[in-house]
């Protein structure tokens, strides 16, 4: 199967214009980058779902607070929970950004998910991301008791998109981490997992659909300041163990990306840990922002997150 001809037609559109800016000496940075991102759901994601409840919060990470929203899809019953940290590179992506797609997350699972705003490189490089998202796990069950939001268990879910997904497995890298927050699941959504991005999809999809090498290089540039081991901080290269987190890994068939998501859930299968590989076809990275383009394709990733995480 091709790419989707309504992505196609996108990706095609998407090259004219970047042929156009290259003219102009168009100059990557932080702020353009995260128009760019923003400017996506904002225009292919417009099925906005009100009916989730959502509020807002702060956890400290010493003096600095860590924005976070709680999503809260049904007050009738007490809910599992997850945390969702959002893609981006490292570099972009928001709470704001990724609202539509958690609150989908919300409905769909039937999960209170907590939303987590990390500090974004290149203003705070690795390893701040990391920790800001580990602090604001650890404070999820206190703030939930605060405002006295009625959860199932103390069992967690994490949710990864991209960067974020990221994010997640290297927090799962840790093992008393995960132990002590009882992290029992984790959902890697088209996830970036290999900082040396040397895998054979990265070659095969370098240009031409919508995540170019070329620009995962600078993203990783920008938040791998301090000359740190690429391989050995890449989750991919990490010690895989027997009470790692249940996983599920969600690949796009045209993604550069795609083989270390595919190396990624090998590895947890090679451990005799419960792993769910899904490739979703005619699609690109960052498909779920794309919705409009491909909305049985997201409806479907949605669902098999359910079916994941409650059956």
């Known amino acids: 199967m091709s790419v989707l001809p309504k992505i196609q037609e996108f990706l095609d559109q998407l090259a004219i214009i970047k042929a156009k800016l290259a003219e102009m000496g168009f100059k990557q940075n932080q702020t353009n980058t995260r128009e760019g991102l923003a400017n996506l759901t904002r225009t292919y994601m417009t099925d906005f779902d009100p009916t989730v409840f959502a509020v807002d919060d702060v956890v400290l990470n010493g003096r600095y607070p860590v924005p976070i929203r709680i999503y809260i899809p049904d007050f009738s019953q007490s809910l599992p929970v997850a945390a969702f940290i959002h893609g981006g590179g490292h570099m972009c992506g928001s709470i704001t950004v990724y609202d539509n797609i958690v609150r989908k997350l919300a409905k769909t699972t039937n999960h209170i998910i907590i939303s987590i705003d990390y500090r974004l490189a290149p203003e705070f490089p690795y390893p701040t991301g990391i920790e800001d998202s580990k602090v604001a796990i650890r404070g999820i069950f206190a703030i939930l008791n605060e405002r006295k939001v009625k959860y199932r268990d103390r069992k967690l879910t994490l949710i990864g998109d991209s960067g974020g997904a990221a994010v997640c497995a290297s927090i799962v890298m840790d093992k008393e981490f995960v132990a002590i927050e009882q992290i029992t699941k984790q959902v890697l959504i088209y996830p970036s997992l290999d900082y040396t991005l ?114």
Request: proline share 4%; net charge negative.
């Open 198 to 311: 040397t895998s054979p999809s990265m070659g095969k999809f370098a240009e031409g659909y919508l995540l170019d090498k070329a620009k995962i290089a600078w993203y990783v540039e920008n938040y791998l300041q301090n000359a740190e081991d690429r391989k050995s901080i890449s989750p991919v290269y990490g010690e895989f163990y027997s009470s790692m987190p249940e996983t599920m890994v969600i690949t796009a068939a045209y993604d550069p990306l795609q083989d270390e998501g595919m190396a990624y859930y090998n590895n947890v299968v090679n451990i005799g840990v419960n792993a769910e590989l899904i490739k979703v076809d005619g699609v690109i990275h960052a498909y779920l922002m794309l919705e409009n383009l491909c909305a049985e394709e997201c409806n479907k990733t949605y669902l098999e997150i359910n079916k994941f995480l409650n059956h």
